[in-house]
C-alpha cells in the first residue's frame, strides 16, 4: 500500500475523539471519550511527511486495531463510536 500522508491520519484521528500534544521530537495523540482520557494513545514525529506500511502498523497496534480497522478509521468508513465500542469489547475502556 502507498504511504499516506500524515496530515490525512491525524486529521482523521482528530475526528474521531483524539486530541493532539506536542512532546520534544513528536506529536502524541490521545484518545478521549467524552472529557475523559483514555489511556490509548499514538505519536508521529515533528518532521513526518508520510506513514508508510511500517508506522501504520505501529499506529494500528498502539490504538489496538488491526491494520485493516486503521485503514478503515483513517477512510472514515470506521466511526468514533464504533471504535470506542471495539476499545470497550477488548477491555481498553469502561464505561
Known amino acids: 500500500m502507498p504511504p499516506r500522508p500524515i496530515r490525512i491520519v491525524r486529521a482523521a484521528l482528530l475526528k474521531k ?3 493532539e500534544e506536542e512532546d520534544g521530537d513528536h506529536r502524541r495523540l490521545h484518545h ?30 498502539h490504538l489496538r486495531l488491526s491494520r485493516a480497522q486503521l485503514d ?6 470506521l466511526s468514533g463510536e464504533a471504535y470506542t465500542e471495539i476499545l470497550r469489547a477488548h477491555g481498553e475502556i469502561k464505561t
Open 72 to 77: 478503515e478509521l483513517i477512510e472514515c468508513t
Open 32 to 61: 478521549c471519550v467524552g472529557a475523559s482520557r483514555t489511556n490509548v494513545r499514538t505519536h508521529y514525529s515533528h518532521g513526518a511527511k508520510e506513514c508508510n506500511d511500517y508506522i501504520l502498523g505501529r499506529m494500528a497496534k
Open 17 to 19: 475523539g483524539f486530541f
